[in-house]
Structures are given as C-alpha cells and as structure tokens.
C-alpha cells in the first residue's frame, strides 16, 4: 500500500492492553477494496496509581507526638520511590496523587525508603 492513500479501519473498538491485530482496506468509491494482511501493534498498559502506602508512625490521631516526629510506612509492591508532604493544612495538600510540587507544604522530599526523619 502506498502511504498516501486513504485509509479507514474496518473495526474499532476499546482496545484491551496486549498485542493486536487489525485489517485496514484502502477507501473505495464504487468496489469495495482488497484487505491489507493484518497490521500488528501492541498497546500501552494503562497508566494507574498504585495504592496508598498503610502509615505506622506516627499512628493516626496520636496525642503527645514530637514536633519534629519521624514517619514510617507501609512498603507499596511496585513503588521505585515514596514522596512524603506535610502542610498544616490539609486544604494545602495537592488533590494530584501525582503532583511533585507543594507550595503549601512545609514538607516535600523524596526519602530513599518507606521511611522519613527532619
């Protein structure tokens, strides 16, 4: 097939994660046109948050914490990195699980494991 012709698919669908297959015919005014072999392609898996690390310290609604506290949480299967930010407000947090930036917080860092200390 020669790239400048028109092309239309056949079928369409939603397409499943995985390799693929589909036929294309070139556009036809009055016959219908011949098949192409099939044109195999893989589609990309879905991009998905993994699930929020399980917090173990400080526990939740503690009383009586440092004020320079150390956290500790539960490691996620799948996570190449943890990013950990504190506001003292919740309404500062950003609503993007995938946000990096935090104007608001008074902290934003990236600690090396499933754990953080100031």
Do not use: E, K
Not at 73 to 85: D, F, H, Q
């Amino acid at each position: 097939m020669n790239n400048a012709t028109p092309m239309r698919v056949l079928r369409f669908g939603n397409l499943a994660i995985g390799m693929l297959t589909c036929a294309l015919s070139q556009a036809a005014q009055a016959a219908p046109a011949g098949l192409s072999p099939g044109i195999g392609f893989t589609t990309a898996a879905a991009v998905s948050n993994l699930p929020a690390p399980t917090l173990s310290t400080p526990a939740n609604n503690a009383t009586g914490v440092s004020t320079t506290p150390g956290f500790a949480w539960s490691a996620v299967t799948g996570a190449t990195s943890y990013r950990i930010m504190i506001a003292t407000s919740a309404a500062a947090l950003p609503s993007d699980p995938g946000a990096d930036t935090c104007s608001g917080c008074v902290v934003n860092d990236t600690p090396s494991s499933n754990a953080y200390s100031s």
